[in-house]
């Protein structure tokens, strides 16, 4: 994103010759001369949009500082020495050998998944024992996973993404799942975008799985000569069939196009 | 804030005769014809910055989105009739005969407020009883200063605005103190200049403040005739001297800038 500085020089361009003027204009935006077949905007739709700019730039500081104000301090805030006052704790059940159990509050979990809430509020056995195990994931996942819900922050690598993507599906922490599949859209490239899409089809994650497919079907003739490529036809063929559809319907929209357009040209 | 629409005519503008173009063009934000020296952007530019536009709204969606993950339910929620494992109710000590007790969290007093931090991490009376009594308050405001907490919301008119925003000086909720304020400032007028004037001396609202002497010294001899004006000599006559200083600065002020301007000219 480039930044204008917003320089109004009418000085400058009205000392120049008459001549000049009328057919090289200078923006007073990037400060360049351009034609009137270049032209943009007259001045007060400049200004204008200028303050509109700073509008929502207000915007975004006041919503900053409420996000500030509404994320709570959790015990695995750092340097948080202070009681929290805690009355739940979770336990990753993969490592429970060594780990230390999490202590949380039931009624930020309540407040931010739908599956705690049901396990919570119904006197289950955790809520009764006050201890929530939760199996097939390291300590590190579920530390993330409880800062992410009193904080909606999480330092992210592609693994933790997925990791976390799987929680969030487990738990339906729609925000999270957002936030984990906006990462993994950032992360696709042709090396990972099979594995990729295997992943999103297991988990839901459709915007994820559109992402990869897209990648996937532009570059076909390169994919389908990879190892991984082999492998998902051998475990799950449908996923393939229905990267050939996506690739058929892509050819025939694109021969569509191409026709309609040299119709029209 | 006017929206505009953003139509690239350049068929239009082009299809004018020749003679016109060099002289008027059209504005593609406003559509309206312009004349050079009244021209703003060049059309990269124009792109560009409603490129830049619709990234800052989709910041403000995406933040929007995390307020509404961060904000928890309350037991004052519409409808929320599920279990929410509070550990501590607020009594309006002022009614305290008829109205009910305020159940809450202490996780979220203690995380909002650093007045609650010390009253209910030091095992001070309130701690160990479960039960906050907050004097010289109505039901209502603390309700709605309980809700804030939890939300980050309110619905204010100007006396709740006055009354929480003492609450959020009492109990160091810088943010809600800056929403009261904030409001406060839009609601200001020569009648209640004075008031909130004294109000924003008392309080520490350095913003209500200013803005407010500002209202004042630009009608000092109408607001010098106002009923409130006596009483405020009587009652405290240092805030008086307070608006005559200010007064007295914004004429010098103007005097020199004045000077300074005819000097230049």
């Known amino acids: 994103m480039r930044r204008h500085r917003c320089v109004i020089d009418s000085e400058t361009s009205e000392s120049g010759s008459d001549a000049d003027s009328d057919t090289a204009m200078r923006c007073i935006s990037c400060r360049e001369e351009y034609l009137p077949r270049d032209a943009g905007t007259c001045k007060e739709c400049y200004v204008e949009a200028g303050e509109t700019e700073?509008?929502?730039k207000r915007e975004i500081d006041d919503l900053k500082a409420k996000v500030t104000f509404l994320r709570l301090s959790s015990s695995l805030d750092h340097g948080n020495s202070s009681r929290s006052f805690t009355d739940v704790v979770l336990i990753a059940s993969e490592d429970a050998a060594g780990s230390p159990p999490i202590p949380a509050h039931k009624a930020v979990l309540v407040s931010r998944s739908p599956v705690f809430r049901a396990?919570?509020?119904n006197e289950m056995e955790e809520s009764r024992?006050?201890?929530i195990k939760i199996t097939d994931i390291s300590y590190d996942t579920l530390r993330t996973f409880i800062y992410y819900l009193y904080t909606a922050e999480a330092c992210l690598d592609e693994q933790m993404a997925c990791d976390l993507l799987v929680m969030a599906e487990k738990y339906q922490v729609k925000h999270l799942k957002s936030f984990c599949e906006k990462f993994l859209v950032t992360k696709l490239n042709l090396d990972n975008s099979l594995m990729t899409y295997a992943f999103a089809h297991q988990h839901n994650a459709k915007h994820v799985l559109d992402a990869a497919l897209s990648q996937i079907t532009e570059n076909m003739e390169k994919v389908t000569k990879r190892e991984e490529y082999m492998e998902l036809v051998e475990k799950?063929?449908?996923l393939i069939v229905e990267i050939y559809e996506a690739y058929l319907s892509k050819q025939v929209n694109?021969?569509?196009?191409?026709?309609s357009t040299s119709k029209t040209g």
Chains 1, 2 share one sequence.
């Open 119 to 121: 396990m919570l509020e």
């Open 54 to 56: 700073e509008e929502l």
């Open 129 to 131: 024992s006050g201890t």
């Open 254 to 259: 694109t021969a569509i196009g191409g026709t």
């Open 236 to 238: 799950d063929p449908r």
